[in-house]
């Protein structure tokens, strides 16, 4: 059984960092794709970035570009959320999820392809 924690949510003003970390166990993920969203109070699950655990690469949502890095740990099974120069508009909480139906590297803004997921953890951007 596939199980992400996530962690490192929490307060902070406008201009700050923080470092989110989702913890994955219950599989081999080499082959899959891992990627965060958020979701704002009364808002759509919105896609943040995503990671394809064995070559590295990555993509993220325009919304994000320059200020968010994703990256992941092997050796840990573990994946990063590094947010920086963060903004009131940033304020969610924010899931990890796998991408295990298929390999492809295809429609990763879409949450529906993706099926295991967090529990999430808050971010809150003070202004």
């Known amino acids: 059984q596939v199980q992400l924690v996530e962690s490192g949510g929490g307060l902070v003003q406008a201009g700050g960092s923080l470092r989110l970390s989702c913890a994955a166990s219950?599989?081999?993920?080499?082959?899959?794709?891992m990627g965060w969203f958020r979701q704002a109070p009364g808002k759509e699950r919105e896609f943040v970035a995503a990671?394809?655990?064995?070559?590295?690469?990555?993509y993220q949502a325009d919304s994000v570009k320059g200020r968010f890095t994703i990256s992941r740990d092997n050796a840990k099974t573990t994946v990063y959320l590094q947010m920086n120069s963060l903004k009131p508009e940033d304020t969610a909480v924010y899931y990890c999820?796998?991408?295990?139906?298929?390999?492809?590297?295809?429609?990763?803004?879409?949450?529906?392809?993706?099926?295991?997921w967090g529990q999430g953890t808050q971010v809150t951007v003070s202004s």
């Open positions: 999820a796998v991408k295990s139906l298929t390999t492809a590297w295809t429609n990763l803004r879409d949450p529906a392809e993706y099926d295991y």
């Open positions: 219950g599989r081999t993920f080499s082959s899959y794709t």
């Open positions: 990671v394809r655990w064995g070559t590295g690469s990555t």
